[in-house]
């Protein structure tokens, strides 16, 4: 049984591109068979990331309106091949998305694949409305920010709300991503402490991924930092998250990056 | 200030009118219907959106079909905002979703009902006017003339989309979509003076960045269809045979 899962946050530039592309990639690694759909219609940008710009021909308001198959418009990864991309459209906006037709093509997506996960764009409008419309699954990318985390406990409120499950008198099952996590600057004092976010929204963590030039460099070159540099601190960050996501049980520690030579040598005072 | 010293808030309205068509439908009603359906075959829109009183008065009671007659009509797409000339205690009426009426009213001349001739006559591909652009094209917006050439004195950003009945000439980078000859025109081609299209199409055929030979990407290059394949061609200065240099 496929597996829907929404990215969403509410506040734009929290990561929600950069999370769906490295969450996706990291599924996809372990075998599962995994698309990524962009529903920021208009503002199209995981393609980008992705690095699959190239090769959009169709996009899911062509599929929607029936201009397209969904097979001619899905855009097969180059380095995984259980992953796969539905672009959104860069010259319509989000009106085009219909709730009849999103409910389709989520409906033939559960059929070819075993996670489907949606980019959601920003704010708390039709798009992003319908992209968790259909979502079994949340994970809510947030920042250590006042302004972030009160942007997600809105979004919390819309997904125990007006979503199909929920609706259906459900309960989507949520999670809490802390992206941008600066362990320095958290030391001085900076930024919200992790227990004080997980306090205010009251959902399990998912994964702390620490701001890292990596994913910047990653997004620039089209490729999930999951892929582009495994083992960096943000990707080891990325593919632990999803393995919370498909069952594991894990301990979430910040990563940091490695220990060089000297620090293995000197451990410290005994 | 308490609620009931305030006063209420004013409603404006504006006047607007339209011209309603009557129609008066005669017997034998059957044959009078398969009449609308030549005049609508022939006019298939003049009705869209169009509201229409029914005049009765060439009826009576007991008129054959009469009960069929208001379902017909609006099954035709017909939006009769009001009946007259008939009375709603008719045994035959008694189905009908009787609209109320509307008082007044001009009575205006015949309405000549247009023709469509589109269908008749397919157009001669039309090379129109051309449109000039002389700002960038920027990601997400979209132009299009589906019935000349489009010339960009400028740039065309990646997820910009142009769309040509005829060619398309970008005096810049063209960095988004190009749709060319978009009714059907082989023969239009696509021009850049920095060519790294997205995706370049030519009446239905396309091509995706992938494909462009690297060669010619951000080099002046243009399109062309040939054989059903699109052809990427780089666009050199002439050269003058014999010349020293």
Redesign the interface.
Known sequence: MAKVLVVTSGKGGVGKTTSTAALGAALAQTGQNVVVVDFDVGLRNLDLVMGAERRVVFDLINVIQGDAKLSQALIRDKRIETLSILPASQTRDKDALTAEGVAKVMQELREKFDWVICDSPAGIERGAQLAMYHADYAVVVTNPEVSSVRDSDRIIGMLDSTTERAKAGGKIEKYLLLTRYDPARAARGEMLRIEDVLEILSIPLLGIIPESEEVLRASNLGAPVTISSPDSPPARAYAEAARRLEGEKLEVTVPTERKGLFARLFKGRG | MPDELRPPPKIRARGRSFLALVLSPEPALADWLLGLDAQIARSSTFFAGKPVILDLSLLDAGTEGLAGLYPALRERGIRIIGIEGGDPSWPACAQWDWPAGFMGGRASGAVEIPEDTATATAPEAPRGSSMILEQPIR????IMNPDGDIIIVGSVA????VTAGGSIHVYGPLRGRAIAGMNGQPDARIFAHSMQA??AAIDGY?I???EIDPRYVQQPAQIILSNDTLVVQPLVPPTFAGRKT
């Open positions: 990601s997400g917006q979209t990646s997820g910009a989309e997205e995706l396309y995706t960045a992938e």
